[in-house]
């Protein structure tokens, strides 16, 4: 047991120094973990609506920090370049992260132009029953998307990565909420960069 948290601490702290240097990205993802804590609480009293929290305020502002305002260039502080950190990232690098959005983007409008999904389900009468099914189906995709790279982890490294990136993925919210909530008032002091990064605080 003590190696195995071994391996989630080693793939918090790589995710934390390669891939969240921007106090603005961490301050999002501190905007994200308190609603994926929401999203967790909902899921015993609304399973669609924590569907709905955990996409559309969670990923949202979570892959919006990546996306624009994590740098991309060569990193600097580690001397790696931006294609060796998405090469050996455990969890979903961009490429990953996108067929997933792009999956995420498409099933509101599968939804509306085949309500039954091809009778494998009761068709909603109403918009908030189609609400509903959204949030089912987002639900659903999230499972899904850690099953599956939790499965395929077992093949690429063995059975013992991929529960510990399963586990990091589900603490991720409380871990983030640990080590980024002083990120907003570092952000508010004019910090563009985490400071514990040599020279590339702000």
């Not at 189609?130 to 077992?154: E, Q």
């Amino acid at each position: 047991m003590g190696d195995f948290w071994k391996q989630v601490k080693v793939l918090q702290q790589d995710d934390h120094r390669y891939y969240h240097q921007c106090r603005i990205n961490q301050t999002l993802h501190l905007v994200s973990a308190l609603s994926f804590i929401a999203a967790y609480v909902l899921l015993f009293t609304n399973p669609a609506l924590a569907g709905i929290v955990g996409w559309l305020v969670g990923m949202v502002t979570r892959q919006s920090g990546h996306i624009f305002f994590e740098p991309r260039g060569h990193d600097r502080i580690h001397d790696v370049s931006y294609d060796y950190k998405e090469s050996i990232k455990v969890g979903f690098n961009m490429r990953r992260k996108a067929i997933l959005i792009t999956v995420w983007l498409s099933l509101p409008a599968l939804l509306a132009l085949a309500p039954s999904l091809f009778g494998l389900i009761s068709p909603a009468t109403n918009f908030a029953g189609y609400v509903n099914d959204v949030g089912l189906m987002w639900l659903a995709l999230g499972a899904g998307g850690l099953l599956f790279r939790t499965v395929h982890l077992f093949f690429l490294r063995g059975p013992s990565w991929g529960l510990a990136w399963a586990c990091k993925i589900l603490l991720d919210p409380f871990h983030n909420v640990h080590i980024y909530w002083e990120s907003p008032l570092a952000l508010l002091r004019g910090q563009r960069y985490d400071p514990l990064h040599k020279n590339q605080a702000g």
